[in-house]
């Protein structure tokens, strides 16, 4: 298997995930609408605007990356015929500069479970509890992304080396 197939195994699980978070941010929005359309409570009423922007989110975001995606893949493919080495060697800069970003997901994800505890435990403001189950949506969707993310780039990154000592 030459490099670029494990490139292309990269991209294509980015393209997965990103068929997952795409299909959420949809379901999200249908709920969304569905309660605004159905919800007759104060609760129902407070969840509309944070769960519409949150599948807005996750399915506008997505969808620009889904478009962009086939034409990075493309270029890559390019430079990787066009200098192989080269092309090994920013990628394996590139894995190594994104890996930090694990560390804020998670991050991200415990202030937003530490919010929610608060909210639901100790608040009865029911804005700031709907804002909280949107971004509990936002860091649950992140860790589970990540977790797939980061056994990939693991396993990118082993094959990245692999490539470089043996040139």
């Given at each position: 298997m030459n490099f670029y197939q494990h490139t292309q195994n990269w991209y294509n699980g980015e393209l997965f995930e990103g068929k997952i978070i795409l299909f959420?941010?949809?379901?999200?929005?249908?709920?969304?609408?569905?309660?605004?359309?159905?919800?007759?409570?104060?609760?129902?009423?407070?969840?509309?605007i944070p769960l519409l922007s949150v599948g807005l989110l996750f399915s506008l975001g997505i969808s620009t990356m889904m478009i962009s995606y086939p034409k990075r893949m493309e270029e890559s493919e390019l430079t990787y015929n066009k200098n192989a080495p080269e092309f090994i060697l920013s990628e394996k800069k590139r894995v190594e500069d994104f890996q930090v970003l694990y560390k804020y997901s998670v991050g991200f994800a415990a202030v937003s479970f530490v919010l929610t505890i608060m909210a639901f435990g100790f608040m009865e403001n029911r804005i700031f509890q709907s804002i909280c189950i949107a971004l509990m949506l936002v860091s649950v969707s992140l860790i589970i992304i990540d977790h797939f993310s980061k056994e990939r780039a693991k396993i990118y990154y082993i094959e990245i080396q692999k490539h470089l000592e043996t040139k």
């Open positions: 959420s941010g949809i379901i999200i929005t249908i709920i969304s609408l569905l309660i605004w359309k159905y919800g007759t409570t104060p609760n129902a009423k407070s969840l509309i």
